[in-house]
Antibody
């Protein structure tokens, strides 16, 4: 069974840093592109970042470029999102999601990690 | 930009729901997906490639359209279909989502 489990969320002050992790199981992690998507309270889904299978290529939304870094450890079957210089508008539930094989979108999602940026 | 309409749809069980997603420019290769999200849950993939149902999705859900206009149809609404539905284009970077349509069951 495919499982994605996020961890590392919490309350952080503006300007602070936080690292989210996404532990993958039930599939060959190293064969799949992975994404992060966030959802602010009461709002819609917003794409954040993506990374290719070996971690050599990453793309970011303009709103997080230069502040967030996506990475992966295929030996540990884990995806990361390092977030720095956090702002109040980064407050959201952060989901990791897997890109399906064969021109498919995000076919499996984690349960989400809450990140709250507040003083 | 993906624009979904209506914002909210309120229908009775057994009725048909028609949700619209309009793109500001043609979606590459019709790479258009639909997701369902219930309160407190992660999104679930329903449709990809505009019209292909994802694994395990009921045949009450169907997608259609091409280019800039896409539709998600839910036939014979059931109480469990109460959720927010999002369209997403994944044909060009950055991938983008519509703002969502809330389906309420009376």
């Amino acid at each position: 069974e495919v499982q994605l489990v996020e961890s590392g969320g919490g309350l952080v002050r503006p300007g602070g840093s936080l690292r989210l992790s996404c532990a993958a199981s039930g599939f060959k992690f190293s064969s799949y592109w992975m994404h992060w998507v966030r959802q602010a309270p009461g709002k819609g889904l917003v794409w954040v970042s993506r990374i290719n299978t070996d971690g050599s290529s990453a793309t970011y939304a303009d709103s997080v470029k230069g502040r967030f870094t996506i990475s992966r450890d295929n030996a540990k079957n884990t995806l990361y999102l390092q977030m720095s210089r956090l702002r109040a508008d980064d407050t959201a539930v952060y989901y990791c999601a897997r890109v399906g094989i064969g021109a498919r979108p995000l076919d499996y999602w984690g349960q989400g990690a809450q990140v709250t940026v507040s003083s | 930009v993906l624009t979904q309409s209506p914002g909210t749809l309120s229908l009775s069980p057994g009725e048909r729901a028609t949700l619209s997603c309009r793109a500001s420019q043609s979606v590459t290769s019709n790479y258009l997906a639909w997701y369902q999200q219930k309160p407190g849950q992660a999104p679930r993939l329903l449709i990809y490639g505009a019209s292909t149902r994802a694994t395990g999705i009921s045949d009450r859900f169907s997608g259609s359209g091409s280019g800039t206009d896409f539709t998600l149809t839910i036939s014979r609404l059931e109480p469990e279909d109460s959720a927010v539905y999002y369209c997403q284009q994944y044909g060009s970077s950055p991938w983008t989502f519509g703002q969502g349509t809330k389906v309420e069951i009376k």
